[in-house]
C-alpha cells in the first residue's frame, strides 16, 4: 500500500492549495480516506474524511465552510480544495486510509487510520 501526497507548498492569506493523494495498492471501494495536518509542536489533527458508504464527508470546525476533500474514481486519489486559508493552516498534511467501519467519533481520529502518506509541507504566510 502506498500514499502519496501531494501539492503543499507557501501561500499568502487568503489563498489556496489543492492537496492530492494518490493511493495504490489498496482498494478504496469500502474505505475511509482522511487528511489530516500536523503543526509544529502540536499533534496531529483530522481535518476532513470522506466515508465510503455514500461519499459523504466530514470537517473539523476548523476547516468547515472553507475546505473541500472529493475522489477521483479513475485516478485513485483524493483532494483536499483548501480556500480562504489562514495562518493557522499552516502545517505538515497528510492522507490517510482505512477499511475498517468507523463510527462518527473516529473519523478524524488518526488512529483510526491504518496506513499514512508522507506529508506535504503547507505554509500560510504574508
Known amino acids: 500500500v502506498q500514499l502519496q501526497a501531494f501539492g503543499g507548498g507557501l501561500v499568502q492569506p487568503g489563498g489556496s492549495l489543492r492537496l492530492a493523494c494518490v493511493i495504490s495498492g489498496f482498494i478504496l471501494r469500502g474505505s475511509t480516506v482522511g487528511w489530516f495536518r500536523q503543526a509544529p509542536g502540536k499533534e496531529r489533527e483530522g481535518v476532513s474524511c470522506r466515508r465510503p458508504s455514500d461519499g459523504s464527508t466530514s470537517y473539523s470546525n476548523s476547516v468547515k465552510g472553507r475546505f473541500t476533500i472529493s475522489r477521483d474514481r479513475d485516478k485513485d486519489t483524493v483532494y483536499l480544495q483548501m480556500n480562504s486559508l489562514k495562518p493557522e493552516d499552516t502545517g505538515v498534511y497528510y492522507c490517510?486510509?482505512?477499511?475498517?467501519?468507523?463510527?462518527?467519533?473516529?473519523?478524524?481520529?488518526?488512529?483510526?487510520?491504518?496506513?499514512w502518506g508522507q506529508g506535504t509541507l503547507v505554509t500560510v504566510s504574508s
Open positions: 490517510g486510509v482505512t477499511a475498517r467501519r468507523l463510527i462518527t467519533s473516529q473519523e478524524l481520529i488518526d488512529d483510526s487510520y491504518d496506513f
